[in-house]
């Protein structure tokens, strides 16, 4: 079975864009949640989703937002990119609540 | 806040030795307990994860062991090698049910 594929893998913007970052869970599994990792903070939940609902959402300001389709597809949206975004950003994939996570290789954004 | 607690944050140990790192929780409220494993430039790999309702889990040279009443589990690698260098990470419940919370990490480092 395939495993959690993240695109693009490496990406370079400049402070203002906006950047758009796809994911593709494992198939079958219906929920992805998207972590932004930074060498200070770890891991930060940014938000899940499950069924193209949004389930949870960490602590991020609106400029970050999210999207799943029906086929569980999810994309994650940064408008007006600071410096402090540049980090690696994670999707994971489950089957459901209580489930085991699975991430994908993450995108590495850096902002210039 | 929820907060999930791990410690060491870094850790040394020579090849051969055991390492362990321990996590601990405050929601009681969960399926499982995970560890991952990480390499730079790399998602998190699920390492091993364990249910609630036993005490400890073995595969291979990881093992878990879980303390339910303590609300903590721990991870130890035998005869740990070079190749096991890498940063871990617990996950636990957060505030809700569905929210998965990560430890810090802790960084091992197995020198020959």
């Known amino acids: 079975k395939a495993g959690v594929t993240q695109t693009p893998r490496y990406l370079i913007k400049t402070r203002g864009q906006q950047v758009t970052l796809s994911c593709s869970p494992i198939?079958?599994?219906?929920?992805v949640s998207w972590y932004q990792q930074t060498p200070g903070q770890g891991l930060q939940f940014l938000f899940e989703?499950?069924?193209?609902?949004?389930?949870n959402k960490g602590n991020f300001p609106g400029r970050f937002s999210g999207r799943q389709f029906s086929n569980s597809r999810s994309e994650m949206n940064v408008s007006t990119l600071e410096l402090g975004d540049s980090a690696l950003y994670l999707c994971a994939s489950r089957v459901g609540v209580g489930e085991t996570q699975y991430f994908g290789p993450g995108t590495r954004l850096l902002v210039l | 806040q929820q907060q999930v607690k791990q410690s060491p944050q870094s850790l040394i140990v020579q090849k051969g030795g055991i390492s362990i790192i321990n996590c601990a929780y405050e929601n009681t409220a969960f399926d499982y307990f995970p560890w991952y494993q990480q390499f730079p430039g790399k998602g998190p790999a699920l390492l091993i994860a364990?249910?609630?309702?036993?005490s400890e889990k073995k595969e291979g040279r990881f093992t878990i062991s879980f303390n339910k009443s303590a609300k903590q589990f721990s991870l130890h690698i035998m005869d740990s090698q070079p190749g096991d260098s890498a940063t871990y990470f617990c996950?636990?419940?957060?505030?809700?049910?569905?929210?998965?919370?990560f430890g810090p990490g802790t960084s091992l480092s197995v020198i020959p």
């Open positions: 989703y499950f069924s193209e609902t949004q389930r």
């Open positions: 364990i249910r609630p309702d036993v």
């Open positions: 996950a636990a419940p957060g505030t809700s049910y569905d929210k998965v919370i």
């Open positions: 198939s079958g599994h219906r929920s």
